[in-house]
């Protein structure tokens, strides 16, 4: 059975910076892209960025509203994930979703862990 | 970047069928992945690639795609069908390589 169990989150004042982890089972980690998709209080989702696996040289891409902020890495020997989110804002506060990619589309999904930026 | 347009909620009755659409330029030409999420809990694939369902999802769900317009249909609705849903494309184009619709709210009356 696929897992994917985000943690890290918490509340952090703005300007600050936080380490998201995802950390799966159930499927071999290393053969996968990962990404990461927010989703603001009420509001719809996003995706924030993606790390291919290393088959595919394991670059990563990120959405611009987060590009040059946070930084998306995976230790496949852990079989985790991270985000690294620094220079934080008032609205990156969001529930987190750690996601599997198949191809194009994310075929499992973490439970998410909440990120509150405030001061 | 690619927008995606869904209507934000569509009422049901029990044993009806509920269509959501999922509107884009060109969508037709690009697959299309719908997401159902009840409250509180993480989004669910149901259907991918315009009309596949992953296993355990119901025969219910069915997608088409066509034109500037995606469909996401539930047959025989049931009260455990309400939730959020939302459509998906890849758009290596947009600032955002993968792009949610706005999302719909469906009801069941």
């Known amino acids: 059975e696929v897992q994917l169990v985000e943690s890290g989150g918490g509340l952090v004042q703005p300007g600050r910076s936080l380490r998201l982890s995802c950390t799966a089972s159930?499927?071999?980690?290393?053969?996968?892209?990962m990404s990461w998709v927010r989703q603001a209080p009420g509001k719809g989702l996003e995706w924030v960025g993606f790390?291919?696996?290393?088959?595919?040289?394991?670059?990563?891409e990120y959405a611009a509203s987060v590009k040059g902020r946070f930084t998306i890495s995976r230790d496949d020997s852990k079989s985790i994930a991270y985000l690294q989110m620094n220079s934080l804002k008032t609205e990156d506060t969001a529930v987190y979703y750690c996601?599997?990619?198949?191809?194009?589309?994310?075929?499992?999904w973490g439970q998410g862990t909440l990120v509150t930026v405030s001061s | 970047s690619y927008v995606l347009t869904q209507p934000p909620s569509v009422s049901v009755a029990p044993g009806q069928t509920a269509r959501i659409t999922c509107g884009g330029n060109n969508i037709g030409s690009k697959s299309v992945h719908w997401y159902q999420q009840k409250p509180g809990q993480a989004p669910v694939l149901v259907v991918y690639?315009?009309?596949d369902r992953p296993s355990g999802i119901p025969e219910r769900f069915s997608g088409s795609n066509s034109g500037n317009t995606a469909t996401l249909t539930i047959s025989r609705v049931e009260a455990g069908d309400e939730a959020d849903y939302y459509c998906q494309v890849w758009d290596s184009s947009s600032d955002h390589f993968y792009v949610f619709g706005t999302g719909t709210k469906v009801t069941v009356l």
């Open positions: 790390i291919r696996s290393k088959a595919y040289g394991g670059t990563t």
């Open positions: 159930g499927f071999t980690f290393g053969d996968y892209a």
């Open positions: 690639d315009d009309s």
């Open positions: 996601t599997k990619n198949k191809r194009i589309h994310f075929d499992y």
